[in-house]
């Protein structure tokens, strides 16, 4: 089954309550939560607060994606009943095992992230432990951004290594996802789409995530 994940951090946050209610309704499945610092990344976003003022006001699950540096310090401040994975970066844990199975050890499903110019070979060792591995398709730090190519050859690797080995995990795609490119995400083998500014920056938000899912 292919989940659409629409991506908070392009909504309206002085209507942000209302805004989740509306993707939920419209049948989007899991709420998208781009926590930046300033630091991996050239931004900052926003932080657990924010994610937990949605809990009651939506049921849809979180997926939380922390573009940030010792992510293990932050870790428990995501956990909540509604977190279903909390994704870090390759690129930011110097002991991704270790990272990978603090996660797993609060109760949550446990994903990485690659950028654009990070190889596959880098996870190798740790496929058959993640719940979810995230490809970027944008160097990651801002919403908006053009949708790289390459990331298709890399999805389509990783799902090649996927079936190979019967690995259970959930591939994702994360950056410059449109009405345009996305089936051939999914007939990549993306089974996570984040949407964030092609959803929460239409003029009708409900329709948006219906045209998505038809074409899933």
């Not at 002085?14 to 049948?27: C, V």
């Not at 970027?136 to 190979?164: D, T, W």
């Amino acid at each position: 089954m292919i989940r659409l994940a629409p991506s908070i951090l392009s909504a309206d946050f002085s209507r942000l309550g209302e805004e989740a209610a509306a993707i939920e309704k419209a049948g989007a499945h899991v709420i998208h939560v781009d926590v930046m610092d300033g630091h991996f990344v050239p931004n900052i976003s926003y932080g657990a607060t924010v994610m937990k003022s949605l809990c009651g006001k939506t049921k849809l699950p979180f997926d939380v994606h922390l573009m940030i540096e010792h992510p293990d310090n932050y870790l428990e401040d995501f956990v909540t009943d509604q977190t279903e994975y909390i994704t870090v970066h390759q690129e930011a844990c110097p002991h991704l095992h270790r990272t990978v199975q603090h996660i797993k050890s609060l109760g949550v499903k446990a994903g990485v992230a690659l950028n654009p110019a990070t190889s596959l070979t880098t996870l190798d060792y740790i496929l058959d432990e993640v719940d979810l591995v995230l490809i970027m398709s944008v160097n990651p730090g801002f919403g908006g951004q053009k949708f790289i190519g390459s990331a298709l050859k890399k999805v389509e690797a990783l799902n090649a290594l996927k079936e190979q080995n019967g690995y259970p995990f959930t591939i994702e795609i994360d950056g410059g996802i449109n009405l345009q490119n996305v089936r051939s995400v999914t007939d990549a083998g993306v089974e996570l789409v984040v949407a964030g500014s092609s959803v929460f920056g239409a003029e009708d938000i409900r329709q948006r995530v219906g045209e998505f899912l038809d074409l899933f």
